[in-house]
T-cell receptor
């Protein structure tokens, strides 16, 4: 499968714990995005990488959140001191810019439940 | 980024053609239109993308009138497995795009 992959698919944690999610984009894609989706809502943008550079962060990304893409390939999203409000689906998407535009392909998501 | 408006929900029956219309009155000259499909507990799946006139692929057709202020996603002969949420988005053809999703259209296909 050459699509975007995310790991783990599900994570249950206790409030106050740290969690880390991984995203492996489509191999030739230079752009990587993280989104968050809560029940009944559309995904919300969190942050964007072009290669290894993090070029934009949403105000939704509080100081407890950090994302990296160390070699311009896979990316990690860490949440420190989790809160119940962090419970959501975390989605990763990747894209490669072409003349047709920036078409993003999404992974299956990581569902986080904070107890 | 242009805001989009689409119906909250639609119902259809197996074998029918479904047309979901999206309004994007403030679309910019270099914006293109993209539709995604999402099933519960899965990531959005890219369906189709276009800039003007008509685009067709193996899954759907996208109709965009000359003024580009709206677009229509057409799903031919839907089946139960097409029950999902469909999102219409617009984005610039230059630079990156932080996609701004609305609530989407919840399509329910009945037997």
């Amino acid at each position: 499968d050459t699509g975007v992959s995310q790991d783990p698919r599900h994570k249950i944690t206790k409030r106050g714990q740290n969690v880390t999610f991984r995203c492996d984009p489509i191999s030739e894609h230079n752009r990587l995005y993280w989104y968050r989706q809560t029940l009944g809502q559309g995904p919300e943008f969190l942050t964007y990488f072009q290669n290894e550079a993090q070029l934009e962060k949403s105000r939704l990304l509080s100081d407890r959140f950090s994302a990296e893409r160390p070699k311009g390939s896979f990316s990690t999203l860490e949440i420190q001191r989790t809160e119940q409000g962090d419970s959501a689906m975390y989605l990763c998407a990747s894209s490669f810019t072409s003349a047709a535009g920036d078409t993003q392909y999404f992974g299956p998501g990581t569902r986080l439940t904070v107890l | 980024l242009a805001k989009t408006t689409q119906p909250i929900s639609m119902d259809s029956y197996e074998g029918q053609e479904v047309n979901i219309t999206c309004s994007h009155n403030n679309i910019a000259t270099n914006d293109y239109i993209t539709w995604y499909q999402q099933f519960p507990s899965q990531g959005p799946r890219f369906i189709i993308q276009g800039y003007k006139t008509k685009v067709t692929n193996e899954v759907a057709s996208l109709f965009i009138p000359a003024d580009r202020k709206s677009s229509t996603l057409s799903l031919p002969r839907v089946s139960l497995s097409d029950t999902a949420v469909y999102y219409c988005l617009v984005g610039s053809s230059g630079g990156y795009n932080k996609l701004i999703f609305g609530a989407g259209t919840r399509l329910a296909v009945h037997p």
